[in-house]
């Protein structure tokens, strides 16, 4: 059984920035698919960006609307997944959830939150003046 903890959310003016992190629990991945999921308010729960590896290799995938401001990083040694994100804007307001499998999912369903076996409680992120 693997639990996720998720830490740094919080309240950020537009135009900063804010590290998100999610530390795995009960399992050590030697492969598998870690990343973030965020719903705002009244929407749909949507793919932000996820890392994907298999022994040392690693592949880093984000969604469109994310790519260029935010960083998704694992550091194996702590078991733990980073969204460094950067530029907020007031749309990327939203309650961010860790997600993550024991396997290393193929590309066409990394973008899709039921195919992950294990979630975290979610971490609230607003950026507003």
């Known amino acids: 059984q693997v639990q996720l903890v998720e830490s740094g959310g919080g309240l950020v003016q537009p135009g900063g920035s804010l590290r998100l992190s999610c530390a795995a629990s009960?399992?050590?991945?030697?492969?598998?698919?870690m990343g973030w999921f965020r719903q705002a308010p009244g929407k749909q729960r949507e793919f932000v960006a996820v890392?994907?590896?298999?022994?040392?290799?690693?592949?880093?995938h984000y969604a469109d609307a994310v790519k260029g401001r935010f960083t998704i990083s694992r550091d194996s040694a702590k078991n733990t997944v980073y969204l460094q994100m950067n530029s907020l804007y007031p749309e990327d307001t939203a309650v961010y959830s860790c997600?993550?499998?024991?396997?290393?999912?193929?590309?066409?369903?990394?973008?899709?939150?039921?195919?992950?076996?294990?979630w975290g409680q979610g971490t609230q992120v607003t950026v507003s003046s």
């Open positions: 997600a993550a499998d024991t396997s290393r999912l193929i590309l066409s369903r990394i973008g899709n939150g039921g195919n992950y076996a294990y």
């Open positions: 890392v994907r590896w298999s022994g040392g290799d690693k592949n880093y």
């Open positions: 009960g399992s050590t991945f030697s492969s598998g698919t």
